[in-house]
C-alpha cells in the first residue's frame, strides 16, 4: 500500500492500542467478532472461540489489553470495513470513479 500513491492514515494499533469503545466500532462496522478475531491467538484457542467467539464487549475488553487479537491489517474505506489481508479489495482501492 506504501507504494500505491493512495493517501492513508496509518495506525500502528499494536503499539498504540485501540479503546474497547473503538474496537466494539470494528466488530460493528465488520459485522460480527468472528470477521476480527485473530483465531491463532493463543487466548482465543484457550477460550474457544475459534468455534464460539465471544459477545462484542467481552471481545473488546480483552482486545483493549491485548491487540494482537484482533486479525491485521484493518482497512477503514469509508463505511467499508476490510480485516485481514484481501487481494481483490485491495486491488481494487484508488480505481473507484
Known amino acids: 500500500m506504501r507504494d500505491s500513491g493512495l493517501e492513508f492514515e496509518e495506525i500502528d494499533y499494536a503499539k498504540t492500542g485501540l479503546s474497547e469503545a473503538t474496537v466494539k466500532a ?3 462496522a465488520a459485522g ?3 470477521a476480527v478475531l485473530n483465531t491463532r491467538h493463543e487466548i482465543a484457542k484457550a477460550k474457544g ?3 464460539k467467539p465471544p459477545s ?3 471481545f473488546a ?3 483493549a489489553k ?5 486479525r491485521r491489517p484493518i482497512l477503514i ?5 476490510t ?3 484481501d487481494k481483490d479489495v485491495y486491488a481494487k482501492l484508488g480505481k473507484k470513479q
Open 26 to 28: 470494528l466488530v460493528a
Open 32 to 34: 460480527s467478532v468472528a
Open 49 to 51: 472461540w475459534s468455534a
Open 56 to 58: 462484542a464487549a467481552e
Open 61 to 63: 475488553a480483552a482486545a
Open 66 to 70: 491485548d491487540m494482537n487479537l484482533l
Open 77 to 81: 474505506d469509508g463505511k467499508q470495513v
Open 83 to 85: 480485516v485481514g489481508f
